[in-house]
């Protein structure tokens, strides 16, 4: 057996039982990819991620990690190095970032970090690891225009302070838009499937 420190904290490797021990977390040895940074290195926008030496820069000026201890850029790029795949795909905290590049600015190795962020989330897409919440935000767009179903309740609440209906939002063409894309075909499936059943 031998021990590895790294800023994540004790990653302990047992040859033996091939397992991981990472953040309290076990992880079997079969669970490590050791090929997810050079599939990492060839998609546009994580190309220099290899070159990330967890100065922490990135985690400590992002705004977002500044209010959620949990979120944690540089964190999540060492996973990937290691081969965390898995982990980092189904990581709740990937979907905190907001996308405002400053992180991008402030690398000292010209890592683009919102970039690696972005492949990230697209690689969770592919691989069926996005959360719940954004498949029901994504059904809510294709049937209703909007990102959040209006209730009625609130409807009926505007008509009794006499205010106007909400404007409709215009489904048809944001699917005419987003058409072709799996995860939009999928979800626009699951929608026509759910309408079939109701109507038998
Ligand atoms: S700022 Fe760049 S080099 Fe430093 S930890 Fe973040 S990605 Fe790595
Ligand atoms: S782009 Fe994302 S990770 Fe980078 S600083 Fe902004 S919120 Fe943080």
Redesign the pocket.
Known sequence: MFTLTTVLGEIMVETSVAQVSLEKQLIKGSEIDSTFKYELVKLSGSERILSCFQCGT?TS?????RYNGS?Q?RTLIRMAILGLKECVLKSDTLW?????????DRCPQDIE??SV?RVFRNLAVENNCLPQVFRDQLEAVLETGYAYRISELRMKKRELQNLPPLPKGNAENIYKILKGIKIVEETQKIKGDRTHVKHQ
């Not at 000026?61 to 990690?65: L, N």
């Not at 905190?96 to 991008?104: D, E, G, K, R, Y």
């Open positions: 990135c000026d992002c705004p977002v990690a979120y850029p905190l970032c907001a996308a405002c590049f400053v992180c991008t970090v919102a962020i």
